[in-house]
């Protein structure tokens, strides 16, 4: 384990779980023969599936098929049964993970593999290799549809992430880090996980229903602040609607989080005011931002180097520019390519989709999705995250989204921070944040929306909208504010 045990934690725990803590010893013993029971079950550079809770051993599985020199594929819970079905063919998969013969079953994995550990790994047919040579981990990103894009990253590209970021964060000296969103969700298993080993940090790694969150999106911010507390949790990665309920739910100066030292927040655009309201409340709040096909992050905030409203600086291994149509380009060896598809040029750019500006102090702003951008029946560019943004930022509303494409004026459906709110506690909401923006850019009509969520299709595990379908399920309550 040549790759992280360098760096053994210095509490003598590398993993904690909810009933048992894990030596380095005890971890590089599992792993080692993890490995040897892959090499001796599967053919060399198999791809390999695992789909289970957060614990110890989701991530022994995941260092063993490193050590092994196979391609792993986490599943997230939160997808479809389809979603599953079509990354398990797409990455040729030979192998599966999991807790649940059940869910191996009906995926198309039956016998058995010797194998050490809770997760077991059972075996299929032995299809075509379709991972290119050099790709050890293809990790799928929430589609629209049930054919979700496989990004492709080698060893190295995520290693040399985490090594930069362990060395970004070492001031903080970081020695427990509570692993709060899903491992099979890059951005915790190479900016929390991998950072953690490289920190020599221990990674407290619990199911998840131990730290609030159930599903895709439903969230106990009081179990989650209770978990920080028992743990003595010093770092963690949260999505902004986590954030904000955290908020919610905390006192000021609340006790809970007297052992934090950093809290990375990402996944999607996270208002100025929610990032103020947290630091107000105590919560040591950093913005970032990044993608899948960069290893989960491109750029971040850090204690002394932190710029309210920005998404940090661009990280040491990482260019940053800005294409004349406003468009985040990055370079640096982002990803090995997607799957089924090219690889794209060792030296290229990658176009993000998103759009942003660099300020004259290298500080990135992100202003929303190139391919959101709304333009009015008056002919104005709007971007809808920018309104919807400072709706979110007023602690009344939970989600917001913005419409108005050919239309005299913007919309809005949102779903309150509480079932309980008010029609006229919204109202002063959009008033307030219709003061700080243009007239072009102000909301002038709104409903109230169901949340949305991964159960309808409407917004991804991280809380993104899936714009179309959102505006699909709002067709008929759309069309009502703009009737005559």
Known sequence: MTIWRARQARSGAVLEGDEFAWS??????????????????????????????????????????????????????????????????????E?????????????????????PGALGLHLGPRPARTVPEGVQKVTFTSGTTAAPKGVCLGSDQQWELARVLA????????????????????LENIAGTYTALLSGAANICLPLALTGLHGAAAFDPVVCLDTIARTRAESVILLPQMLQA?????????ARLHTLKFIAVGGAKTPPALVAAAQAKGFPVYEGYGLSECGSVVSLNLPGRARTGSAG??????????????EIEVGGGAMAGYLGQSAPAPDGWLATGDLGRLDA????????????????AYGRNVSPEWPESLLLG??????????????????????????????????????????????????????????????DATATANGRLRRAAAQARCAADIERLYLP
């Not at 060395?167 to 969700?185: C, F, I, K, T, Y």
């Not at 955290?246 to 609340?254: F, H, K, P």
């Not at 600086?313 to 800005?322: G, K, M, S």
């Open 246 to 254: 955290l908020v919610a739910a905390a006192r000021t100066g609340d």
């Open 24 to 93: 380095g010893d005890m971890l590089d013993d599992r792993v080692r023969t993890l490995a040897q029971a892959l090499r001796a079950s599967c053919r060399p550079g198999a791809a390999l599936a695992i789909l289970a809770d957060n614990g110890p051993d989701w991530i022994a599985v995941d260092l063993a098929v490193h050590e092994a020199g196979m391609t792993l594929v986490p599943l997230p819970a939160f997808f479809t049964y389809e979603q599953w079905r079509h990354a398990v063919a797409a990455a040729a998969v």
């Open 394 to 455: 007023t602690g009344v509303v939970a989600q917001a989204m913005v419409v108005g494409e050919a239309r005299p004026f913007l919309a809005a459906a949102i779903v309150p921070a509480s079932p309980e709110l008010p029609d006229e506690a919204i109202g002063a909401a959009v008033a307030g944040v219709n003061r700080a923006l243009p007239d072009y850019a102000r909301i002038g009509a709104w409903f109230r929306s169901a949340p949305f969520g991964e159960a």
């Open 361 to 376: 102090d290298g500080y990135l702003y992100i202003d929303g999705r190139k391919s959101n951008v709304l333009v009015t």
């Open 167 to 186: 060395g970004e964060l070492a001031s903080l000296d970081v020695r427990r880090h509570l692993n709060l969103l899903p491992l099979a969700v890059l």
């Open 313 to 326: 600086r661009p990280l040491p291994n990482r260019r940053v520019r800005i294409a004349p149509d406003g």
């Open 95 to 115: 192998g599966l993970f999991c807790a649940d013969p059940r869910h191996a079953a009906l995926l198309g994995f039956g016998a058995a593999a010797a194998c």
